[in-house]
């Protein structure tokens, strides 16, 4: 996830019940509806999270949160 109109997203974080995996730079020239990451395995033990901190609104003059959004996988099947 990456840039959209109103919202940027500078990084993308992901790990697992253990903890952070890897944290990775957005980049600046992503498009809105281009893909950063293609296939990613998460490994280690579930549940598997994915983040994106560093969140903003490109609408300076916003006074309230901009909320957050995260991806939790609790189980997978093969």
């Known amino acids: 996830m990456g840039p959209t109109r109103e919202i940027l997203t500078p990084k993308i974080a992901y790990g697992n019940r253990e903890g952070l995996l890897?944290?990775?730079?957005?980049?600046?020239?992503?498009?809105?509806?281009?893909?950063?990451?293609q296939h990613l395995d998460l490994t280690g033990p579930g549940p598997w999270?994915?983040?994106?901190?560093?969140?903003t609104h490109t609408d300076e003059s916003r006074t309230w949160g901009t909320g957050s959004r995260a991806l939790i996988i609790r189980s997978e099947k093969e």
């Open 22 to 37: 890897s944290e990775r730079d957005v980049p600046n020239d992503l498009k809105p509806g281009e893909n950063f990451v």
């Open 49 to 55: 999270w994915v983040a994106y901190p560093g969140k």
